[in-house]
């Protein structure tokens, strides 16, 4: 029974749409108001104790443009699952998976600081590659190669300095 | 540099003095005590380890105390890729030297940005400090390194010390700084690497 098998035995939510994949890993697509429960029926019924990754997609100019990937990874069953969902708006969120997963903070903190996608619950979500105080999300489509006003930051600092 | 007179005094132990002008006299002592700030911020910083280490040994040079206090170094060698983010840190750590201070940027990242023409980092050091040589590679030689180690060592050969004391001295030191304090900008203008190596050919000649 692989992990597939066993979230649907454990109780899938109504939104699961089963996803291709090109390395034969299970990958399902839920709704986003669905993903904190599907992450924590794997987690605690499915045997899926670690997660691997969390990342996102931008995949503009589609609907909801933002896709957001869990990689879960099963010790226990030598498996793994992924999970993903769409999200879009100004202002895309999901429920965080800190509580589940303590270590996926820091996931989480670069997909906020990359796409701007908030995680709901999470404490402290806040910049960790870019300067606190930059207005741009830079794996964003329409965020050039060369950046907004890279040096902006820099050049307040300088000017406010004694 | 300047000459051993024997002077009459008397004695008959061998006593004299040393005559030079007070520039060669400094500049002689600063270029070589150079004591390098090493700013290791990606692959160029394990060269730059190795040219401390004993296959290259910048001893040879005087430039072989390495201090990690920006208060205690002269030279400031900029090893690496240097990101906005990091920016603040680094003019900190270039404010806080005390003068005289030379800066060297070390690999085409800190020369240029290099490869990373991207958001995130500074397209070459000289956006925020004053450098005085650039060394191309990536990551360079340690030789190369070294080559920039002795040319700025005739840089500092042709610096006057004492108009530059005087012209300090005569205007008061910027408030809440312990440093006489360059604008960048300027100190970018009369450090730019063409000047110097037009002047550099005229002294060897």
Redesign the interface.
């Known amino acids: 029974m692989n992990g597939l098998e066993r979230l649907q035995a454990a109780g899938a939510p109504a939104s699961l749409i089963e996803q291709p994949s090109r390395d034969n890993a299970a990958c399902v697509r839920v709704a986003a108001a669905d993903v904190y429960g599907t992450l924590q029926t794997l987690r605690d019924a499915c045997g899926f104790g670690t997660v691997t990754f969390i990342t996102a997609i931008d995949r503009s100019p589609a609907e909801d443009r933002f896709e957001i990937a869990w990689q879960l990874r099963s010790v226990e069953h030598v498996d793994r699952i992924r999970v993903t969902t769409r999200v879009g708006g100004d202002a895309p969120s999901v429920r965080s998976a800190t509580d589940l997963w303590p270590g996926s903070a820091y996931m989480e903190r670069e997909c906020y600081d990359m796409f701007g996608i908030h995680f709901e619950g999470h404490v402290g979500l806040k910049r960790l590659?870019?300067?606190e105080g930059y207005d741009h999300f830079?794996l964003r489509k329409e965020?050039?190669?060369?950046?907004?006003e890279?040096?902006r930051?820099?050049r307040e600092?300088?000017r406010t300095r004694? | 540099m300047g000459s051993l007179v024997p002077a009459d005094t008397g004695s008959s132990q061998e006593a004299g003095f040393f005559a030079s002008r007070l520039d060669a006299l400094v500049n002689w002592g600063r270029k070589n005590s150079l004591w390098p700030m090493p700013l290791g911020l990606s692959c160029c910083g394990i060269e730059l380890m190795a040219m401390i280490g004993p296959k290259f040994d910048i001893a040879r040079f005087g430039a072989e105390a390495a201090r990690f206090s920006p208060r205690q170094c002269d030279l400031l060698i900029v090893a690496g890729t240097l990101t906005w983010k990091m920016a603040e840190a680094t003019r900190t750590i270039y404010d806080q030297m005390p003068d005289p201070k030379w800066v060297i940027a070390m690999g085409v990242c800190s020369s240029s940005g290099g490869m990373y023409d991207s958001y995130s980092v500074v397209q070459g050091v000289d956006m925020i400090l004053p450098v005085d040589v650039y060394v191309p590679g990536c990551p360079p030689r340690p030789d190369a390194v070294i080559d920039a180690l002795i040319k700025l060592q005739r840089k500092i050969e042709r610096e006057s010390p004492t108009r530059r004391l005087a012209e300090m001295s005569s205007k008061p030191l910027e408030a809440g700084t312990n440093t006489f304090n360059m604008a960048p900008n300027d100190a970018i203008k009369t450090h730019r690497i063409g000047t110097f190596l037009e002047g550099d050919e005229g002294d060897d000649a």
């Open positions: 590659l870019m300067p830079p965020f050039p190669h060369q950046g907004i890279p040096d930051l820099y600092w300088e004694s």
